[in-house]
């Protein structure tokens, strides 16, 4: 078998989750919300199944999808999109990154990634023939800085994969890092690939700038959004690849054997979800904010050192500070096991020189969830 699959531990998500499941504990490891989503998103999709159209869509999505893409990258991010050459529809933001990395990569390429890096990239990108050039990012700030990236780029720097908002760092890049890898991305004719799934779960006093509109990017990116993340519905797995004409006719040539399309009716929905009013956007992060504050605040009364997260479901704690005299995987099984709370292990983002303090627990959760977990973490810092 394939060594590059067939090698590869099961996710740290599904792993984690297995374990939740096992010791019947609350699950703030993967990412995904209690909320049942948006009613009136969820009904719009119930009348596509009832009375709409059922059978194979067009491969590059439902036009009214596209249009309402494009229009909403208009609307908030000032993008310019032509909806019927820069914008196609896949089954979700994973199939939109595998679509874009197996357009753009040729064996012998070099691949930027940074860690902590999203565990799909690097299999994806090793399978295309590519050589992955590992950034190392560090908490508590993550950040982009020139000395990292001269000393990965270089003429063989085919694309960079860029995660932001980072997934688990909760960190939103402020315009300067962008333009920092922008400057790199130039310099070096390289195609900046864009998971930016959570662009929408960004919190007060944070901007999510897209890399495509810093001058120089608009015809080198390939931005990748999704539904899911966007309307807190993550198992609808609708996800989106916006690219110029010439970028873009490849990535759908990958998307008409990976999927070949993705479910009508849920598209139908997501058009409509894509509409709403600015309010409604505003509203969910100001509830998602509500339910990070909470968490934080419960975690720093236990004595957690809490790093501020500025987007995405997620908050990390670091370890360091406390001498527990574990690394962050064993603090996660540790908690799972005997305080009944999964979370995530950083340490997992890393394929090499791993970050190994950090830990990061997922806040889309109703009130009682939080609670519940906070209570039965009290005394998790002080007991071992
Ligand atoms: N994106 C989700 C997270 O970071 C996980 C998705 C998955 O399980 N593949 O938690």
């Known amino acids: 078998m394939n060594p590059i699959f067939a090698n590869l531990p099961v996710t740290v998500f599904e792993a984690m989750s297995q374990l939740a499941r096992d010791n019947n504990a609350i699950n703030l490891g993967q990412g995904f919300p209690d909320d049942p989503g948006p009613l009136d998103i969820r009904q719009a999709a119930a009348d596509a199944v009832l009375n709409g159209y059922n059978q194979y869509p067009s491969m590059m999505g439902l036009p009214e999808l596209r249009q309402a893409i494009a229009t909403h990258y208009g609307h908030w991010h000032g993008l310019n999109l032509d909806p019927t050459t820069e914008v196609m529809v896949t089954s979700g933001g994973t199939e939109a990154l595998t679509t874009a990395i197996l357009a753009v990569v040729e064996p012998g390429d070099e691949v930027v990634c940074f860690q902590p890096v999203y565990d799909s990239y690097l299999p994806v990108i090793r399978q295309a023939g590519g050589i992955p050039r590992l950034v190392r990012l560090k908490p508590p700030h993550w950040r982009l800085t020139e000395e990292d990236l001269r000393a990965v780029f270089n003429h063989k720097t085919k694309a960079v994969l860029f995660n932001n908002p980072l997934n688990p760092a909760a960190v939103v890049y402020p315009r300067e890092d962008l333009e920092l890898l922008a400057k790199f991305c130039q310099e070096f004719d390289t195609i900046a690939i864009c998971d930016e799934v ?114 995405t479901y997620f908050l990390t704690v670091d370890l360091s500070p406390l001498g527990l005299n574990e690394t962050d995987e064993a603090f996660c099984k540790r908690i799972v096991h005997d305080y009944k709370v999964a979370a995530i292990p950083v340490s997992a983002f890393y394929e090499e020189d791993p970050v190994t303090t950090v830990v990061r627990f997922c806040f889309a959760k109703k009130d009682a969830t939080l609670d519940t977990a906070l209570e039965r973490l009290s005394d998790a810092v002080h007991r071992r």
């Open 198 to 311: 959570w662009e929408h779960v960004v919190f007060e006093g944070f901007k999510h700038i897209p890399l495509m509109s810093i001058p120089g990017m608009r015809d080198r990116t390939i931005k990748i959004g999704s539904a899911g993340k966007i309307f807190s519905l993550t198992g609808w797995k609708i996800g989106f690849v916006c690219a110029a004409p010439k970028l873009l006719r490849v990535c759908a040539k990958v998307h008409q054997f990976l999927t070949f399309t993705t479910a009508p009716n849920l598209q139908v929905a997501v058009a409509y979800g894509l509409g709403k009013s600015d309010e409604f956007f505003k509203e969910m992060q100001t509830d998602l904010a509500r339910s990070r504050d909470r968490l934080a605040a419960g975690l720093e009364r236990i004595g957690f050192p809490v790093i501020q997260s500025q987007g």
